[in-house]
């Protein structure tokens, strides 16, 4: 079966320092992965997808399907950054996603 | 501006009661569904659809049901509301596959039934 596993339910930092949010995935397909986050009282939103390559908010993740893992990680982690951060997975030819139970990023000052 | 509205924020309402959670988007897609978070869980997809009259069951089992009669509403309604409903309800969209494809979520209905 499909399974996201996000083994790090809180992950506290200082302003400064580097960051790394676990993610691994159970698919045998070829899958889509996303990194979601969703900031005090605000919205779950799209923070970055694998197929994109693309830095945001200085976030980078690379899908590594060897290890079938799809870590979140930023260089200097900033106080902005403290959030709920949610990996999922979407299977081949299908638009819906499987969650993983989140991470609480605490970036302390 | 385009957007996804999910009403209402918060509900408490009794055993046994009927009870319809909207959900509407501006943004044109086809593409919508509705996941059911426990605290501290993940989000389980529990219906979903590509458009107008077509609907799914996700993989949670749900008591729930929904409807698609037009493009941008997409209501979920449970029958008669236990304490076991309990629980947040958001809904999502989604457009077609392109560079900035993903979900878009509403801000969620936080349902206690007691």
């Known amino acids: 079966a499909q399974r996201v596993t996000q083994p790090e339910k809180l992950l506290s930092v200082f302003k400064g320092a580097p960051v790394e949010l676990k993610c691994n995935y159970s698919?045998?397909?070829?899958?889509?992965l996303f990194w979601y986050v969703q900031y005090s009282r605000q919205r779950l939103q799209l923070l970055l997808r694998h197929i994109s390559r693309e830095s945001i908010k200085g976030f980078t993740a690379d899908l590594n399907k060897g290890e079938t893992s799809f870590h979140l990680k930023k260089p200097f982690a900033q106080e902005e950054d403290s959030a709920m951060y949610y990996c999922a997975l979407s299977r081949t030819n299908t638009d819906k996603l499987i969650f993983g139970t989140g991470t609480r990023l605490q970036v302390f000052p | 501006e385009a957007d996804i509205y999910q009403t209402p924020r918060y509900l408490v309402i009794g055993t046994g009661k009927k009870i319809t959670l909207e959900c509407s988007q501006t943004?044109?897609?086809?593409?919508m569904y509705w996941y059911q978070q426990d605290p501290g869980m993940e989000l389980h997809l529990i219906h979903y659809s590509y458009g107008v009259n077509s609907t799914e069951k996700g993989d949670l089992s749900s008591e729930s049901t929904v409807s698609r009669i037009r493009t941008e509403h997409f209501p979920l309604t449970l029958e008669s509301a236990r304490p076991s409903h309990t629980s947040q309800y958001l809904c999502?969209?989604?457009?077609?596959?392109?560079?900035?494809?993903?979900?878009?979520f509403g801000s969620g209905t936080r349902l206690t039934v007691v």
């Open positions: 943004m044109g897609h086809d593409k």
């Open positions: 698919y045998s397909g070829s899958p889509e």
């Open positions: 999502a969209s989604s457009g077609l596959r392109g560079v900035d494809y993903g979900y878009t």
